[in-house]
């Protein structure tokens, strides 16, 4: 499985924003997917989580009620959707999977990792 993350781009603060995680392979559906921000100069951060399947979701206490993530197997795609955007949103968001179910916020346990797609929030 490969991973493509799209849809970054420029708003201003209390504007939305909907990032694409489009895979390709046949096994897309068997992974569940999360994705992950940085933040200039450091750490990769987990946003949320969805299972394989679509029934759970798993959020950061900080993008909870704000952000959705959804999926959509028969078209390898697993959506974020952003809402009242703050600045501190500012950061290169990017997916990748894993077969660890659950609250699994740890990067270590995710892999096919792709690139980034840079989201900034202007104040």
């Known amino acids: 499985v490969q991973l493509q993350a799209s849809g970054g781009g420029l708003v201003q603060a209390g504007n939305s924003l909907r990032l694409s995680c489009t895979g390709s392979?046949?096994?897309?559906?068997?992974?569940?997917i999360g994705w992950f921000r940085q933040f200039l100069g450091k750490e990769r951060e987990f946003v949320a989580s969805?299972?394989?399947?679509?029934?759970?979701?798993y959020y950061e206490d900080s993008v909870e009620g704000r952000f959705t993530i959804s999926r959509d197997n028969t078209q390898n795609l697993v959506l974020l959707t952003m809402n009242s955007l703050e600045p501190e949103d500012t950061a290169n968001y990017s997916c990748?999977?894993?077969?660890?179910?659950?609250?699994?916020?740890?990067?270590?346990?995710?892999?096919?990792w792709g690139q980034g797609t840079l989201v900034t929030v202007s104040s």
């Open positions: 969805i299972s394989f399947n679509g029934r759970r979701t």
């Open positions: 392979g046949r096994l897309f559906g068997d992974y569940n």
């Open positions: 990748a999977a894993t077969l660890t179910t659950g609250w699994n916020p740890d990067p270590q346990t995710y892999f096919f």
